[in-house]
């Protein structure tokens, strides 16, 4: 009768125990397949399969006591020959066959590599994202500065013209030599320059008042009397005007981006 698994995993241990068994181990390997439940499964199933687990013991191994953890009496146990199983066939000489055991290794390699895998993706979608969702926005680093201006006279090429009511002539002059004076009143203040509304009226006034001492003029005529008109002053029109100061100054910027919402340069 074949041994239960814990009658199996016990006579792993000692030496005489795996040569009964008809199974090759060293004593690590065999502490190694009795620590590890799986293991020591796969190894009792595939061993149920051999000749050894099959063929009746010189002394029934049920009825050998069978000692705690460690501490194994199989005395009486005909140990079958060194690397086969009884009937001669033979068997690995550590491990069991790959495909009853796991490799540890392997399956510690494939979680490590799933995990790296998995944080791959989780980066890339996060990448993906960032760059689908990214605000650009105009980022001030000076702020503008506005044009300002100062005021300043200038000419406006217009003319004006005074009257101090002092009269170029005198009482008892030739009434021709005070015509004369006032022609060279009106000439000097009025004549071949643009005026301003004013000494426009002005300057009129005083042709008038010439061209009618013109026709009046007559031989012996002198001035009895002086009038309103007197000396002509011509200045030029003074007005004032805003200059600007050509100091404006555009703002400085530039594209900014924000990723996430807290990732690059975010407002």
Same mark, same amino acid.
């Given at each position: 009768?074949?041994?239960?698994?814990?009658?199996?995993?016990?006579?792993?241990?000692?030496?005489?125990?795996?040569?009964?068994?008809?199974?090759?181990?060293?004593?690590?390997?065999?502490?190694?397949?009795?620590?590890?439940?799986?293991?020591?499964?796969?190894? @009792?199933?595939?061993?149920?399969?051999?000749?050894?687990?099959?063929?009746?013991?010189?002394?029934?191994?049920?009825?050998?006591?069978?000692?705690?953890?460690?501490?194994?009496?199989?005395?009486?146990?005909?140990?079958?020959?060194?690397?086969?199983?009884?009937?001669?066939?033979?068997?690995?000489?550590?491990?069991?066959?790959?495909?009853?055991?796991?490799?540890?290794k392997n399956v510690g390699l494939w979680v490590t590599l799933s995990i790296v895998g998995a944080l791959l993706l989780i980066a890339?979608?996060?990448?993906?994202?960032?760059?689908?969702?990214?605000?650009?926005?105009?980022?001030?680093?000076?702020? /503008?500065?506005?044009?300002?201006?100062?005021?300043?006279? @200038? /000419?406006?090429?217009?003319?004006?013209?005074?009257?101090?009511?002092?009269?170029?002539?005198?009482?008892?002059?030739?009434?021709?030599?005070?015509?004369?004076?006032m022609e060279v009143q009106y000439a000097g203040a009025c004549a071949d320059v643009e005026l301003v509304p004013a000494a426009v009226?002005?300057?009129?006034?005083?042709?008038?008042?010439?061209? &009618?001492?013109?026709? /009046?003029?007559?031989?012996?005529?002198?001035?009895?009397?002086?009038?309103?008109?007197?000396?002509?002053? &011509?200045?030029?029109?003074?007005?004032? &005007?805003?200059?600007?100061?050509?100091?404006?100054?555009?703002?400085?910027?530039?594209?900014?981006?924000?990723?996430?919402?807290?990732?690059?340069?975010? /407002?």
């Open positions: 009768m074949a041994l239960s698994f814990e009658e199996f995993r016990t006579a792993l241990l000692p030496a005489d125990g795996r040569a009964f068994l008809g199974i090759q181990l060293t004593d690590a390997e065999a502490r190694q397949v009795h620590d590890d439940p799986a293991s020591a499964q796969s190894w @009792y199933s595939y061993w149920l399969t051999t000749p050894a687990a099959q063929a009746p013991p010189a002394t029934p191994y049920a009825t050998v006591p069978v000692a705690p953890l460690g501490d194994h009496d199989l005395t009486g146990i005909a140990p079958s020959a060194p690397g086969a199983y009884a009937g001669g066939m033979s068997y690995p000489s550590a491990l069991p066959p790959t495909d009853t055991v796991p490799r540890k890339i979608i996060v990448v993906v994202v960032a760059f689908t969702t990214a605000r650009h926005w105009t980022k001030v680093d000076a702020p /503008e500065k506005p044009e300002t201006f100062h005021s300043e006279e @200038y /000419e406006t090429g217009l003319y004006l013209v005074a009257d101090d009511g002092v009269s170029p002539c005198v009482v008892d002059q030739d009434w021709t030599d005070c015509i004369a004076a009226t002005l300057c009129a006034q005083h042709r008038a008042e010439i061209d &009618r001492m013109i026709s /009046e003029d007559t031989d012996g005529t002198v001035v009895a009397s002086l009038g309103d008109f007197g000396h002509l002053t &011509r200045t030029p029109e003074i007005a004032t &005007r805003e200059v600007s100061n050509d100091d404006y100054e555009p703002a400085v910027t530039h594209e900014a981006v924000c990723y996430l919402g807290f990732i690059g340069e975010c /407002e």
